[in-house]
């Protein structure tokens, strides 16, 4: 799997500023619970809640140097959420909202997503302590808020989750497979390989979204469904030069996976993917 967020393409991760402590990452933190509520009336976006240890053991420092330095997961939580820190091991304001939500002291991270009155939107989680589970909160916190869910974050969460199943479609030409079969809706990412004497497209993709058949037929469609390779044993992968041919190397840069699948399979039409601070302008 692809890993966390903060890998781009020749870029290094995020580290927390030296005034921050490191487990609350590079998220520009409210602290106050009235003022956060107060800003998700206003703007109509949830309450992302962390109540975390500061400072804290080694878990809590790693959550806040991985997943809360992310620079996508920061971007995704300061634009779609309005951040809240509480410290779970201060007295004051923050041992005040602790007894409120009844969260134990001195515990690992925990993150609520509330809405404008405070209450919670999706029922609490603990032990969610990576990336993936916590995207697919976040998207579970905006459906239940009524809000839409972006592509770019909905494909992130797709790109981490654990639910991704792997399969090899042949065609006569993977330049081709991997263009009509990244286009399909569900499909993750694709990647170039020989199998059995084939061209190959080897497949990730969402059965939340699409079905094992449904994603033959339409392979089928589209011209690209020769044959259907389950056993990927024996599978090997074709030289860079023959990955997402549509695509340049500088169009690569700065781009996950799932977003060269959906670039080169869609074109223009795939900047819904990419996250606001990717696109150009």
Request: charge should be negative; proline fraction near 6%.
């Amino acid at each position: 799997m692809f890993g966390i967020l903060r890998r781009r393409a020749g870029g290094a991760p995020n580290t927390p500023k030296a005034t921050q402590p490191i487990e609350t990452g590079t998220v520009q933190w409210t602290r106050r619970l009235d003022d956060a509520v107060t800003t998700a009336a206003s703007t109509g976006r949830p309450v992302f809640a962390l109540f975390q240890e500061v400072p804290g053991c080694a878990g809590c420092q790693q959550f806040g140097a991985d997943v809360l330095s992310d620079p996508f997961v920061v971007e995704v939580i300061e634009t779609l959420f309005v951040p809240l820190l509480i410290h779970n091991n201060a007295a004051g304001h923050d041992a005040e909202v602790l007894a409120r939500y009844d969260e134990p002291a001195w515990n690992y991270q925990v993150v609520r997503f509330l809405d404008a009155g405070g209450d919670d939107l999706i029922p609490r989680r603990d032990r969610v302590w990576t990336t993936g589970p916590l995207l697919t909160r976040m998207v579970a916190a905006l459906r239940a808020g009524g809000h839409e869910v972006p592509a770019f974050l909905g494909l992130a969460e797709q790109e981490h989750a654990d639910r991704l199943l792997e399969t090899q479609i042949a065609q006569a030409c993977f330049w081709v497979g991997e263009r009509e079969i990244g286009a399909i809706d569900g499909v993750v990412t694709t990647e170039a390989g020989f199998l059995d004497g084939h061209e190959v497209t080897r497949v990730r993709f969402d059965p939340d979204v699409v079905s094992l058949d449904e994603l033959l037929h339409e392979a089928g469609r589209r011209g690209v469904g020769d044959a259907h390779l389950p056993d990927g044993s024996g599978y090997r992968r074709a030289p860079d030069h023959d990955q997402t041919r549509q695509l340049g190397p500088r169009d690569l840069v700065g781009l996950t996976p799932a977003q060269a699948t959906k670039r080169n399979a869609l074109g223009a039409a795939a900047d819904r993917y990419l996250f606001p601070s990717q696109r150009p302008g």
